[in-house]
């Protein structure tokens, strides 16, 4: 009896040391998950007491009281943006070599940047269709874009303009913008007699007199006829917030030209990689102190609320809107393209990932994973290893799929629950960004600095962070699922268009080990078929 209750307490002991290791190397998610429950918890409770002050002065001061932990969490993050995007992108570019690998190289760089602009259009599709952030009501709304200030040829030219900015020292406070200047007053007048008389958009009374003939009243109007548009285009004017299409334009071609430089721009990498290691390590100390801004955000979000409940749905929407975009773009996006390029069947080779892709829902990181992709991807799918092994490490680097695909669900989202329109110019930012943000920030370890790069650089408020942070740890595991699988198709698409380039490589080396694979797995369309061919 005693040895049954030692046993049992052995086995309480092992399983309590296990829960509290699991907490420990998780210690920041866990404090981030409680921030956002105390947070949502305080809001709930002092919303009544806050929207039931009177005086404007008294209601702003709680709620800024509320939020100032936040604010300082937010000024932390906006100080590093800056060296961290110039940093990280100049480092991840001059790094990548594509001639040294000649097709491959190239191939694997055309379906990389290919994949993540399909995912970003599908963000915005959805986000477009679906408008998790909007609440329908009978007889509010309308087109958007009769709100909008701007044309939608110079909101697009206006892109294309802040992606080569003629100041970098300006473009890191500043962006450029179309300026526009009242027209002068031009229409035509004339009268109208009649009955039941109607006006157009474009008309106004001047004058207006009536009189009486039998049962109808006939009026006789003046009408002024103006113009479609009373404003006209004059010159550019400069827009607080950083630059970053700009910034990260210049930062792409700078470090291309200082990869190409050879040993000459070693120097140069050396210290953008290092600088980007320092702004990493200042990244890691703020995150630690992100559960108490989180807490605070959420608090001062939920007092301010009119309706939490609507809130919440409209949170809820969100979540369900990014993980519809994330599930067709796996298991819909990707495999066309896989089966468009090897005539194979796409699910099998999924089935041959399955290790991987429960690996990547588990521990939410694209390079923590790679062994498991790398081992599943050569054992399992029959992949040569010169192409897993170099595509899977560059993957696992610069291809997010599923980051490029939630960054334009989340952007327009926020500008939906705010009522900020969004031009076709804003759009098309959207779009570049969360493709740049997705190859540059790769190795960023905290969602919030992305997430501020990203709303800035359409001038998003950034107010609902807190919100967004308290459930985008859950969405991070589907987006690394979606990361790895991106990388992994990637493999058999480019070991498919390469095949011909690695038999001369095996010829020209006498290497028998290409050749023995490609017969191995030539009638091989995944694990099952590999099974089979290694039971032989």
Known sequence: ????????????????????????????????????????????????????????????????????????????????????????????????????????????????????VLAALLGVLLALTIKPGKEDKPGKGGPSFKKMEYRNLDSILDVIRNCFPSNLIEATVKQRKTKYLAAPAKYEMYNVTGSNLTLASNEKITSESTFHNGSEIISTVSKQIYPGSNTVPAGMKSDDGVNLLGLTVFSIIFGIVIGKLGPKGKPLVEFFSTLNDAVLMLVTLIMWYSPIGVCSLIAARVARMDDILGSMQKLGMFIVTDTIGLIIHTLVVLPIIYFAFTRKNPYTFIKGLRDALMTALGIASSAATLPTTMRCVEENNGIDPRISRFMLPLGATINMDGSALNRPVLLIFVAQLNDIDLSPGKIVTICIISVLLAVGAAGIPATAVTTIIALQAVNLPLHDLGLILAVEWLLDRFITVVNVMGDAMGTGIVQHLSRDELDEIDEKNNNPTGKILKERFAKSDGPDSHVATSGV
Do not use: H, Q
Request: net charge positive; aromatic share 4%; with cysteine.
């Open 1 to 116: 009896m005693a040895t049954l209750e030692r046993a049992d307490g052995g086995k309480f002991g092992r399983c309590g040391k296990s829960c509290g290791a699991g907490i420990r190397n998780n210690l920041l998610l866990v404090l981030l998950i409680t921030a956002a429950v105390v947070g949502l918890v305080i809001g709930v409770l002092v919303n009544p007491p806050v929207n039931r002050i009177k005086d404007p002065e008294k209601k702003a001061s709680t709620i800024m009281l509320l939020s100032f932990p936040g604010e300082l969490l937010l000024n932390m993050l906006r100080m590093i943006i800056l060296p961290l995007v110039i940093a990280s992108l100049i480092t991840a570019v001059a790094g990548l070599n594509a001639t040294e690998a000649g097709k491959i190289g190239r191939r694997t760089l055309i379906y990389y940047l290919s994949t993540m």
